[in-house]
T-cell receptor, first 114, second 114 residues
Framework: DAGVTQSPTHLIKTRGQQVTLRCSPI?????VSWYQQVLGQGPQFIFQ???????GRGNFPDRFSARQFPNYSSELNVNALLLGDSALYLC?????????????FGDGTRLSIL | AQKITQTQPGMFVQEKEAVTLDCTYD???????LFWYKQPSSGEMIFLIY??????QNATEGRYSLNFQKARKSANLVISASQLGDSAMYFC???????????FGTGTRLLVSP
């Protein structure tokens, strides 16, 4: 089975622009989470979606939004980009809710803001 | 207060030796899960091992084992017989209750030398 796939792999934007990142979970996985990893730090939780509903939101501004589609794929949107949004954006999927369910991560999208 | 603390920014080990990466956590929940992930320089997060708060036995997965000491709130990762390919960043993470949100530590960079 294919793992979590994210697109694009790299992206360069300028301040003030908008960006959409995409994620396809592992087949059969219904939960998708998004994380932001700034250079030199651990990933920070942005959103979680399960069965197309938002189930969790991290401490990020309203410029960040996401959604999950009927096929369980997901998009992360960031508006009015700032230099500080430069990071690796990771998508993770798991089969269902539950504390013993490992999240499997994609390779990430490296976003650079000029 | 930091929920996950990894006090070793970097560790060095020779090939074929064992190494322990430290992780302490802070939570008031009775139900939680602890995870270790490996992140090579390419960026993907690779799930290594999971320990549930109610698990009585320490988790093991091949060369990886988790030294879980609940009273001390520590969940150290032990890698036996280190290999050159083990060189990477290692992150400890925790999930509380039934939520999918993972809280990560700052990571430990492991370098395995021949």
């Amino acid at each position: 089975d294919a793992g979590v796939t994210q697109s694009p792999t790299h992206l360069i934007k300028t301040r003030g622009q908008q960006v959409t990142l995409r994620c396809s979970p592992i087949s059969g996985h219904k939960s998708v989470s998004w994380y932001q990893q700034v250079l030199g730090q651990g990933p920070q939780f942005i959103f979680q979606y399960y069965e197309k509903e938002e189930r969790g939101r991290g401490n990020f501004p309203d410029r960040f939004s996401a959604r999950q589609f009927p096929n369980y794929s997901s998009e992360l949107n960031v508006n009015a980009l700032l230099l500080g949004d430069s990071a690796l954006y990771l998508c993770a999927s798991s089969r269902r809710q539950g504390s013993n369910q490992p999240q499997h991560f994609g390779d990430g999208t490296r976003l650079s803001i000029l | 207060a930091q929920k996950i603390t990894q006090t070793q920014p970097g560790m060095f080990v020779q090939e074929k030796e064992a190494v322990t990466l430290d992780c302490t956590y802070d939570t008031s929940d009775q139900s939680y899960g602890l995870f270790w992930y490996k992140q090579p320089s390419s960026g993907e997060m690779i799930f290594l091992i999971y320990q549930g708060s109610y698990d009585e036995q320490n988790a093991t997965e091949g060369r990886y084992s988790l030294n879980f000491q609940k009273a001390r709130k520590s969940a150290n990762l032990v890698i036996s017989a280190s290999q050159l390919g083990d060189s990477a960043m290692y992150f400890c993470a925790m999930r509380e209750g039934n939520f999918q949100k993972l809280v990560f530590g700052t990571g430990t960079r492991l370098l395995v030398s021949p």
